[in-house]
């Protein structure tokens, strides 16, 4: 049977756990979110449908909401969403793809929550040690197995979490959402900016234009940190809260393949 799994990444784990569902599927398609969110309308796939998405405050990244509200589903015959997260999924993710999914009088089959690297650096925390980090993989290789199986067999599961309606309460999720576009103002960029250009390239919404540094155009950021991590010369920061910490980028995925006109 025909499947299309549908991905929005910042910094790659939902990428490559696309990838790996994908491979485990027969026939099935890796479509970019960002890449098709203007056309989101034209859209209508068969058969197994399936979003991958990082857990932002608790909930789903704006893009993914809009995308989801605006595709057309009817066509489908069983859909899945796997939330990937750092620390807290809450509930969210899975909880508003039902609910957005009921308005279109459909069931979400399967929703599940993987934890993978956590690239939420500006808060309290750095990023995990290189060995945590390859226990995560190892962690989301098995997880991804038991994933497909289920999807494989068009079973209904759901995940669950302890945090489920709490999380996007204490994370200020709404106001998150309400904010997002133009928090892109609070990066700043250093002196060793060698106008490479690679975080306009990388930038899933285009909202960063390089003449000699970067320019945010506070249009659509979604606040994925993908230009923050991915600068070869880690030269952005979110105020100054980034400094001194590490970056992260999946292992796995080609740096080609963040690229947001491939
Ligand atoms: C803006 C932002 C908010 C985040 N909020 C959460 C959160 O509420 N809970 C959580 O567990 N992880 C959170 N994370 C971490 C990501 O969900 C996690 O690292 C995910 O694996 C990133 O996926 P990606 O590599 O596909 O972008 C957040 C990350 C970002 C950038
Ligand atoms: S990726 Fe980094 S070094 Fe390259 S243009 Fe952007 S800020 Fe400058
Ligand atoms: S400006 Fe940076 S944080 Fe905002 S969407 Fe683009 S890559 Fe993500």
Known sequence: MESTIYYFTGTGNSLKIA????????????????KN??????????????????????????????????IDLSGSSYIFS??????????????????ILKKKRLKLNAAFYIKSVDNFIIWTW??????????IHE?????????????????NHYDTSIVEYIGPIIFRYKHFIKTVNNRDKSF??????????????????????????????????????SCLHLCPNKTINYKKVTLKRNRYKNPFNKLEEYFNNK
Do not use: M, R
């Open 19 to 34: 990838k790996d569902i994908a491979g485990d599927l027969v026939n099935c398609n890796v479509v970019s979110i960002a």
């Open 37 to 70: 969110i203007t056309s989101v309308n034209t859209l209508k796939p068969n058969g197994v449908v399936g979003f991958v998405f990082p857990i932002f405050y608790c909930g789903i990244p704006q893009i993914v909401q809009k995308f989801l509200d605006e």
């Open 82 to 99: 796997i939330s990937v997260y750092g620390a807290t999924a809450g509930n969210a993710g899975n909880h508003q793809v039902k609910n």
């Open 126 to 135: 750095d990023i995990p040690s290189q060995k945590k980090q390859q226990k």
């Open 139 to 155: 962690t989301v290789n098995n997880k991804v197995k038991t994933v497909s199986k289920i999807i494989l067999n068009n079973e």
């Open 188 to 225: 700043t960029v250093g002196n060793n900016c060698n106008s490479c250009g690679l975080c306009a390239k990388v930038c899933p919404v285009k909202n960063i234009e390089v003449d000699t540094i970067p320019k945010w155009l506070h249009e659509n950021c979604q606040f994925c940190l």
